[in-house]
C-alpha cells in the first residue's frame, strides 16, 4: 500500500466516493430544460365592474414569495378568505403576473353580475379577452403551465447554467469525500461510548410530540379509504378483505374492541415509532456517533412533514414501518454481542416478533424481511451460538407460514358465517394471484399502446374482457388506469369473470411473457417510468407523486359512525401543518422532502463506508431490509406512492448520522 493510501484511503474509496457523487449529480437532473410560462392579467379598460381574481388554497403565499406570483403594489386590493385569496383591480391597473415552469398555477376569474372584463395576454403575441358579467356569480377556471395551460409557453430555461453544474458536482464530490475520509482514517479516542438509558427517552421525545400534536390537529387520524374500510371490517366483523391484510385487520380488531374509534391504535403507533427512533439512535450512539449527531436527527425527523403525517395515518403502512424499526434496533443491539458469546434471548425474541409484525402487517414487505433473516442466520450461526441460529430460524419460519394460514381460516369461517347469515352464496370474491393480475393487465397495456404488433394469439384471451381501446388507456405511472379502464370496458358478467381468470390467468401471465421477450424495451422504458420516485432526485421538477395523506379522504360510509367525527382540537396548529406540507410539495422543494433518492443513495453510502472501517455486522443487518425492499420496489411497484419507501428511507436517514461517528478498527464492530 502507497504512503497516500496508508495515510489518507485505498483508492477503491476515492472510486466510490466519485461513483456515489457522480449517481446523486446525474439524479438531481440540473440539466434539464424547462417550459417557461408567463400571463399577465389585467382589468379590460371600459368596464365599471371591479375584475376579481381568486386563488385558493394556502400556497398563495409561497407563490408569491418565489415570484411565481407578482400582484402590483397599487391598483389592486387583497381580500382573504379560510381557503382562498381574491385581488381585486379596477379598470388602468396594471397587470397581475403569473411565471411558472414545470407546476401549473390554477387560479379563477369571477363572475358576477357588474360588467368587468379581463385581458389574458403573455407577452409574446398571445391576447384575449374574457366577459365576465353574469347573472348570478361563478367562476372560470385557468391554469397557467402543464398540459392544460390557457397559454402557450413560449421559451425554455435550463434549471443551472454549466459552470454552476461543474460548481455543484465538485462540491457533492468534495462532500463524499470528506465523510469517507473522515470515516476511514478517524478513530475513536478512549473507551467505547455507553450512552445511559435515558438518552432513548430524550431522542425519542421529539417525534413523539410532534405526532401527537399532528393527530390532535387531525383527530382521531389521518385515514385514506383503504384504511377506513379495514377498520370498518374489523369494528363490525363480516367479509374481511384479503389484499388489506387479515393480519392488520385482526390487530385493529383489537383496538376496536376497546374504543371503536382508531385514535388510540394511532396514538400507541405514533409512540412506539419515536420509541423505536430513540431505540435505534441510543444504539448508534454506542457505536460512536456524538450526542449532537443523534440529537439533530431526532429533531430532523420530528420537524419534517413525512414522519409525524405517516405516522399519525391509520393503517398497515405505519403499522408494519414501526415494527421495520424495532427490527432494525434488535438487529444492531444483537449484534453488539461480542462474537463468540450468546445472544440475549430478549434480543432473539424481539427480532423474530419484530420480523413477523413487518411482514404480517403489509405482504409486500416479506420479502424484504426473508433476505434480512436469512444473512441475520447466517451470521448468528457463524458468530454466535449455532442453536440459537437454528432454533431462531425454525421459530421464524414456523410462525411466520403458520399465523398466516391461520388468520386466513378463521377470516374464511367468519365470512361464510356472515354470508350465511344473510342466505348470500358464497362467490369467491378475488382470484388468486390478484397482484400479480395488476401487472399482466398494466403490462398488456403497455404493449398496446406502443403500438408494436401483437400475435393475435397472445391478445385473444384479453380481448374477450374488453376490447382494444379499453387496454389502449395506459397510464405508465399507474396500474389503476388500466384497471379502471377494463373494469369500466368489461364484456363479462361478475362470475363469468371470476370463472375466466380462475382458467386463464396462467395463460395470460405467459401471453404478456411472450409479447415482452420479443419487445423487451417495452418493459424496460415501463419499469423506468413507475420506478422513477425510486432513483430520481429531480431538483425543481414535479412528478405526480402520492406523498402524505392529510384528514380524511372520501371514506366507507361506516366509518365516521364509529370513529367519531374528524376535527382538529388545535385549529391554528392544523392550518401550519397544511401550509407546511403544500410548501414541501412545491416543484422548489419536493424533490428533498419526497423523493427518496438521496436520502437512499447517500444513507447507503456512508453505512458502506462505515461497515468497510469497523465490519460492523449490526449497522449491516440494519440496512439489508431497507436495500432489499427498494430493490423489490425497483421490480414491483404499483404506482409512485412514497409510503411504500417510508421506512427505507427513515432508516437511511437514521444510519446517516454514522457520518459523524468516531469509528473504531475493525475488532470493535467484529
Known sequence: MSAFSRRYAPPWVWLASLLTATLLFLSLDLAQERPVYQLKVAPAAGYSGS?????????????RKEDAISVPASGWTEIRALDSVTFSADADAPPLVIRTADEPILFALLRYPQPSAAVLSDGAGYKDQIELQSATESILPIEVGGANSVVPSNATQALYSLPARVGIFALIFLATSAIALRLMTVSGAGPASTPKRRETLWLAFPLALSTAATQLSYYPANVGYDAALQWVQAAIGGELSEPLGYAATYLMRLFARIDTSPALLVAV????????????LRELR?????????????LVLAFTPQYPLFFTNLGKDAISAVAVLFFSWALMAAFRTPRGARVPAFLLTSIVCSALAAGLMRGNVMPAIM??????????????AKRDAIVTGVVFMALAIAIPNALSIL??????????????????????????????YHLFAASVASGVPIDPEDSALFYQLAPREAWADFNC??????????SRNILLDRNAYLTFLWNHQLDLAKAVGRILWAHPKILLDRQL?????????????LPFQTTAALGIDDQERGFLPLAGPHRSLIPALTETIEQYKYQTETASWFWLFWKPALPLCAGLFIVLMFAARTRDAGVLMAAVAPVASVLLLLVVIPFPAYRYAYPAVLMMMLLSTLAFARPRDAAAGA
Not at 53 to 62: K, N, Q
Not at 269 to 280: D, F, H, K, T
Not at 412 to 437: C, G, I, Q, T
Open 477 to 486: 405511472l399507474m396500474t389503476d388506469t388500466t384497471q379502471t379502464s377494463v
Open 269 to 280: 403507533q405514533g409512540i412506539l415509532a419515536a420509541l423505536a427512533v430513540g431505540l435505534i
Open 51 to 63: 375584475l376579481k381574481v381568486v386563488f385558493y388554497g394556502l400556497r398563495i403565499d409561497a407563490l
Open 286 to 298: 454506542f457505536r460512536g456517533v456524538p450526542a449532537w449527531s443523534a440529537a439533530a436527527a431526532a
Open 371 to 384: 433476505v434480512a433473516m436469512l444473512c441475520v442466520l447466517i451470521l448468528l450461526y457463524r458468530r454466535h
Open 529 to 541: 417510468c413507475v420506478t422513477r420516485m425510486i432513483w430520481h432526485i429531480g431538483v425543481g421538477q
Open 411 to 440: 377470516a374464511k369461517a367468519e365470512r361464510r358465517e356472515f354470508l350465511a347469515e344473510r342466505a348470500v352464496e358464497d362467490v369467491s370474491e378475488r382470484p388468486p394471484r390478484l397482484f400479480a393480475n395488476l401487472y399482466i
